[in-house]
């Protein structure tokens, strides 16, 4: 994937936010976690990241002294949250998020609908989950910006994190932000989306498309999670066969919810379960 982005710069990207993008970069991260900057005056951090010195250093000269009003990872998995309580606790503020999880305990939980106000902005809490459970976004209200984690992104497609993760979920959450007035959306890793919708409705065409394959590839008799991803994903980085099995995965579950495919035999290891059409 190429990018414009370069870790530990602070980057302007709209009149309140700022990003700077940590040097993490590989096939699940793409160019490194975004960490946001929201406001001017008082500030709020989405996605502080691992918890590493080179890190921690550039996010404490982008902040300068700033007040800081919050930190929030979008959801608790390794390349968002860790750096949080050593943030919140360097610059005297509290951390956020939907509730303890994955290792992660928020100083204060956050409910969708609620609002968070700084100085000179306000920013939305949505409930998204499907890719993890405690999945958060945010929308800054002055700009029309929604800050997507890992929900929505432009370079890749979400993968679906089971058993916390579902596809139901999933869509469910993307159908609600279709509804929505959003201007360009932030995501916690590669560059801003400007065509929102576009993307959004793109995603739900994606996961569509991927459950008739499901269907086909049951319909020719492949049985197995991993024997039906090498029929649909024919050109795939080595690195991220076990993330297409997860998705696989979540798309079957999906489909047993709905009662279009059954389990015949179910093993202990999901890569070796049987599937059938009822
Ligand atoms: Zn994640």
Same mark, same amino acid.
């Given at each position: ?165 579902? @596809?139901?979920?999933?869509? $469910?959450?993307?159908? /609600?932000?279709? #509804? ?5 959306? *932030? +995501? %916690? ?32 008799? @492949?049985?197995?999670?991993? $024997?039906?991803?090498? /029929?649909?994903? #024919? ?5 991220? *066969? +076990? %993330? ?32 059938? @059409?009822?």
């Amino acid at each position: 994937m190429s990018s414009t982005i370069a870790p530990r710069q602070v980057t302007k990207l709209s009149p309140l936010v700022r990003r700077v993008t940590q040097d993490n970069p590989g096939p699940m991260t793409g160019s490194g976690t975004n960490t946001y900057l929201v406001g001017k005056e008082s500030l709020f951090v989405i996605d502080p990241g691992e918890n590493t010195d080179e890190h921690m250093d550039a996010l404490m000269r982008a902040v300068d002294r700033t007040p800081v009003a919050g930190i929030a990872p979008s959801h608790a998995h390794p390349d968002h949250w860790p750096l949080a309580p050593r943030l919140a606790e360097a610059l005297r503020t509290i951390t956020f998020g939907f509730k303890a999880h994955n290792g992660y305990s928020p100083m204060s939980t956050l409910s969708d609908g609620e609002v968070v106000r700084g100085v000179d902005w306000s920013l939305k809490v949505l409930h998204t989950p499907g890719h993890v459970s405690d999945h958060l976004s945010y929308l800054l209200t002055e700009e029309k910006a929604l800050f997507s984690g890992d929900h929505v992104m432009g370079w890749s497609t979400s993968v679906i994190a089971r058993p916390d993760g579902s @596809l139901n979920s999933y869509l $469910a959450s993307l159908e /609600r932000l279709v #509804t929505m007035d959003i201007a360009v959306i *932030y +995501p %916690a890793h590669g560059e801003p989306v400007y065509q929102a919708r576009a993307r959004i409705e793109e995603l739900i065409a994606h996961r569509n498309l991927r459950t008739r394959q499901v269907l086909e590839a049951l319909h020719a008799g @492949l049985d197995t999670a991993p $024997a039906i991803v090498r /029929r649909i994903y #024919t050109e795939i980085d080595p690195r991220l *066969y +076990p %993330a297409a099995v997860q998705s696989v995965l979540a798309h079957l579950d999906a489909l047993i919810q709905s009662g279009q495919v059954i389990i015949k035999h179910q093993s202990a290891s999901p890569f070796l379960s049987i599937y059938a @059409l009822p």
